[in-house]
T-cell receptor, first 110, second 113 residues
Framework: QQPVQSPQAVILREGEDAVINCSSSKALYSVHWYRQKHGEAPVFLMILLKGGEQKGHEKISASFNEKKQQSSLYLTASQLSYSGTYFCGTEETSGSRLTFGEGTQLTVNP | KAGVTQTPRYLIKTRGQQVTLSCSPISGHRSVSWYQQTPGQGLQFLFEYFSETQRNKGNFPGRFSGRQFSNSRSEMNVSTLELGDSALYLC????????????FGQGTRLTVV
């Protein structure tokens, strides 16, 4: 079951904040976040395991609400280098495959 | 350590032909997953192999198949190519699929004409 991401696209000015949401209709074991720049491979940002732990990575952090099967990625004080397409990947408790959403295109302008 | 290597990087094939793509995972990784990426469709899961066994398969026709060798290298085969198979095919390796971070290769860009 493919997770649903929102918004599909967001445009920011440098220094602004953004939130990207990911939700699933299935019980999840883990949520992964990746960023893909144009013409490059997706790059791992962070993984959140069942337990609702919030993780941080410099100015990028994420939360996982396992009861609601939702995760959010928080980007604060955005930088030009944050531009790219963000994918959430989910693993259901019943399986071992990582299924990705359709992605959120983030553009940070000067 | 060396990353995930996919070969070839680019391919142009004619409808009806078949193609084989290769993926060498990071040393020590036993899980290899394959994804098809097309504009607006995100990353569509094809299949996942772990220790030479296919553990999961996505919703793709039987023309798409794969295998994994004892050294964890994986191949993906598409037979009777269709125009709609044109896409970027990515493989990802991990210690344990879904439970640990996945490392993606640069992908193989397949164009079917």
């Amino acid at each position: 079951q493919q997770p649903v991401q929102s918004p599909q696209a967001v445009i920011l000015r440098e220094g602004e904040d953004a939130v990207i949401n990911c939700s699933s209709s299935k019980a999840l074991y883990s949520v992964h976040w990746y960023r893909q720049k144009h013409g490059e491979a997706p790059v791992f940002l962070m993984i959140l395991l069942k337990g609702g732990e919030q993780k941080g990575h410099e100015k990028i952090s994420a939360s996982f609400n396992e009861k609601k099967q939702q995760s959010s990625l928080y980007l604060t004080a955005s930088q030009l280098s944050y531009s790219g397409t963000y994918f959430c990947g989910t693993e259901e408790t019943s399986g071992s495959r990582l299924t990705f959403g359709e992605g959120t295109q983030l553009t940070v302008n000067p | 350590k060396a990353g995930v290597t996919q070969t070839p990087r680019y391919l142009i094939k004619t409808r009806g032909q078949q193609v084989t793509l290769s993926c060498s995972p990071i040393s020590g990784h036993r899980s290899v997953s394959w994804y098809q990426q097309t504009p607006g469709q995100g990353l569509q899961f094809l299949f996942e192999y772990f220790s030479e066994t296919q553990r999961n398969k996505g919703n793709f026709p039987g023309r798409f198949s794969g295998r994994q060798f004892s050294n964890s290298r994986s191949e993906m085969n598409v037979s009777t190519l269709e125009l709609g198979d044109s896409a970027l095919y990515l493989c990802a390796s991990s210690l344990v699929s879904g439970r640990t971070e996945a490392f993606f290769g640069q992908g193989t860009r397949l164009t079917v004409v």
